[in-house]
């Protein structure tokens, strides 16, 4: 199934089901000395629905864009996150929504999840900093770690079907403990709770979980004593 032209410069990021039998790609293409996101659509007969080459999400980036989660946003779209190195060489990481027609929903330049200079935590072996899901809804949560207040905390953002942020700007922090390294997953549950996993510093094999509600609330007591 020919999505693109050519290969060249081109690197396949993601897929996701678009619920009903077919997939929508992910990927990342230098133009031009910079780096540009594209996504398509391919339905189940192979056919591709939106427009000829991929939809262009983002352009510019002097960077490789880091990916770090793509989910489907529950109507033929998708909903993904990705890290810019900004100036200071810190990431700062946003979210795009790509709809069931190939239209982008959340700006030009996506929802902007965590911009702070001090930006959040990637390093050379590839560990997973950020978690995210979607809201059943068109939007999606997000759980990240970075380093504002000189340690490791975890911070909660979530993004609405209309690219608005429903906690505070930068993320709302919900645990500043020491004890992730990694984080591993969220999910939400059909209970209305976030769960938040991730390996312990010593990289044991217990995972550390963390409940929310989905206002960021820490109910992870309360999850433990049901």
Not at 94 to 121: H, N, P
Not at 217 to 226: A, I, N, V
Request: proline content about 2%; glycine content about 10%.
């Amino acid at each position: 199934i020919p999505v693109f032209e050519s290969a060249a410069n081109r690197t396949i990021v993601s897929a996701v089901s678009d619920g009903n039998g077919g997939t929508i790609l992910l990927w990342n293409e230098l133009e031009n000395q910079r780096y540009a996101l594209h996504t398509q659509r391919i339905n189940s007969s192979g056919r591709n629905l939106w427009t000829q080459g991929g939809v262009d999400i983002y352009r510019g980036m002097q960077m490789y864009p880091l990916v770090f989660g793509v989910v489907s946003d529950n109507q033929g779209g998708l909903i993904f996150c990705w890290a810019e190195q900004m100036p200071n060489q810190d990431y700062a990481f946003s979210s795009q929504r790509v709809d069931s027609t190939g239209q982008v929903r959340w700006g030009s330049k996506g929802a902007t999840i965590c911009d702070l200079a001090v930006g959040f935590l990637v390093n050379s072996v590839g560990q997973r900093v950020l978690g995210m899901t979607s809201d059943g809804s068109s939007g999606a949560y997000f759980a990240f770690l970075d380093s504002r207040y000189r340690k490791p905390a975890i911070f909660l953002q979530h993004v609405d079907s209309a690219g608005m942020l429903s906690l505070e700007k930068n993320g709302k922090l919900v645990a500043d403990t020491t004890k992730y390294s990694e984080l591993s997953a969220l999910t939400v549950s059909s209970t209305g709770q976030l769960f938040v996993a991730g390996y312990t510093r010593s990289y044991s094999e217990n995972i550390y979980d963390l409940v929310l509600d989905l206002s960021g609330k820490d109910r992870s007591e309360e999850h433990t004593s049901e």
